[in-house]
């Protein structure tokens, strides 16, 4: 039997599916997509520097587990989880299950990425919301949000936008397809009428729209004006917003792409990189999780038992929110620019040229700093490390690339560490549209660099690296989010 929500949710939720598409079709017109903050104390969203009230309802994480925000320590006692305990009074009220439960597990649905995706929808509709926000957080955990401000207007009809939030709405969920087609006639104020296979409805302007149906699917939808021509719906101009606050200094810059390709390549095996720097701290220069002392003179990170040759690399203003490299390190960036194929005519990106960079302007601040610095370190054949908030790239020739084959320092586990820890850093950096070529190259890359085989098999569910009997899984959401990393016996049942 294939997962589903309880039919106590469903039923609340069913009947505003296809209105909710419409509306969610609406408010991402008028909100592009782009970099996502939010302010908890207003509570609001910024997105492509439009912000907006909204409230925080829940949170996702890669376990599989949904956490309302009324049940979230971080959000519970603050205005931004309203709406979610107006969610779990309208579950005790209707005895939701899903609604009433501190953290719903999503992990039997075959796609719980998607569950949750569906939940924000269904949560859009309870509350009648005016949108819906997801925010990427640490640990490559989501946020979900609806958008209640009345600078959003609701979606009146469109003969495109209604066709197809019809037939989603339809499609999103197991049921009735009638039940969503009622719902936005309801909220249209149309009074239908019934027929066989069909639902007929004369909107307030006249134009008549008839929907045609067979169980759980709508087949067709017909737009017509009172005369059977044109409907004007379809001439009327597009709604926009009303109100918004601009935000131009709210963060907007995303990471350079040309950046972020060689970022996706060499995260991972940077990672790999320090975690066997800081082996060979502990096995030959009395490491021990004491932290070393950089000493400028000598140009070492010294250790209790001897020191490793390292260069300044820059350094990051973490509250402040600013970013610096270190003087003396043009060579390097050099080599960034190299790897991303950036010529002497390609212009000088901010991220790059030397000079201190605001990191306000981005969302996650301290992900761009450290992925502009790991990958800068190891694209010139060093290592990346940091004292605080201080970067070093090491440049000591003791650790060579030579150990670091096979299944990476730490066998298969640590491979899929890696890759597991590549992932968390770039996943707030990636644009939707790029984010699969970027993550799978991730995984791919990794595999190449430390010798282990690329197998394709499991496409586009899961990328495999083998070496000898042991297989690294990567799986990818169909956004291409890394969602899980496991080791396991070669062709088995990752353990």
């Known amino acids: 039997m294939t997962a589903s929500y309880s039919e106590q949710l469903l039923a609340l939720a069913r009947p505003h599916l296809a209105w909710v598409c419409e509306q969610l079709d609406l408010f991402d017109s008028l909100v592009p997509a782009g970099v996502v903050s939010f302010d908890r104390s207003e509570p609001s969203v910024t997105r492509s520097g439009i912000t907006l009230r909204a409230h925080v309802i829940g949170t996702y994480a890669l376990d599989g587990t949904w956490m309302w925000a009324w049940a979230n320590e971080s959000y519970r006692d603050d205005v931004i989880a309203v709406r979610a305990r107006e969610l779990r009074e309208l579950g005790e009220r209707a005895g939701v299950p899903e609604l009433t439960e501190p953290m719903p597990d999503l992990s039997h649905f075959p796609d719980p990425r998607l569950a949750a995706d569906h939940l924000l929808l269904m949560c859009m509709g309870l509350l009648d919301a005016r949108g819906g926000v997801i925010c990427a957080v ?249 004292l605080g908030n201080h970067f070093f790239a090491v440049t000591d020739e003791r650790l060579a690339d030579e150990h670091l084959t096979g299944t990476g320092a730490g066998g298969p586990d640590g491979a899929a560490a890696d890759i597991r820890n590549g992932a968390s850093w770039l996943h707030g950096l990636v644009e939707q549209e790029t984010r699969d070529e970027t993550m799978r190259s991730l995984a791919r890359s990794y595999f190449e660099r430390t010798g282990m085989q690329v197998w394709h098999y499991g496409q586009p569910d899961f990328l495999s690296g083998v070496r000898g009997l042991y297989e690294v899984r990567v799986y990818f959401a169909p956004d291409g989010t890394i969602t899980e990393v496991t080791p396991g016996m070669v062709m088995g049942v990752p353990g």
């Open 138 to 386: 640490n640990e490559r955990g989501r946020l979900f949000m609806v958008v209640d401000d009345p600078a959003v207007p609701r979606a009146e009809p469109r003969p495109a936008r209604l066709t197809t939030a019809l037939r989603n709405g339809a499609a999103l969920l197991p049921g009735p397809a009638l039940e969503p087609v009622r719902g936005w006639f309801a909220r249209h104020g149309a009074d239908p009428v019934y027929g066989p296979g069909r639902v007929e409805g004369v909107l307030g302007g006249g134009d008549r729209v008839v929907v045609s149906l067979d169980g759980e699917v709508v087949t067709g939808v017909e737009v017509t004006g009172p005369d059977g021509g044109t409907p004007g719906c379809g001439t009327a101009g597009e709604q926009e917003l009303k109100g918004a606050r601009l935000s131009p200094h709210a963060p907007h810059r995303t990471f350079p792409r040309a950046l972020l390709a060689v970022a996706g390549r060499e995260m991972a095996f940077s990672i790999l990189r320090t975690r066997a720097m800081v082996q060979y701290a502990d096995d030959h220069l009395g490491f021990a999780g004491r932290p070393p002392v950089w000493d400028e003179g000598a140009g070492e990170l010294r250790f209790p038992g001897g020191g490793l040759k390292a260069r300044r690399l820059g350094y990051c203003g973490a509250e402040e929110g600013w970013f610096q490299w270190a003087a003396g390190t043009e060579d390097i960036r050099d080599r960034f620019r190299e790897a991303a194929g950036l010529g002497p005519g390609d212009g000088d990106l901010p991220e790059l040229s030397g000079e201190r960079l605001d990191l306000t302007v981005y969302g996650p601040r301290e992900a761009v700093a450290v992925t502009l610095a790991r990958t800068a370190a190891t694209v010139a054949g060093h290592t990346f490390t940091s």
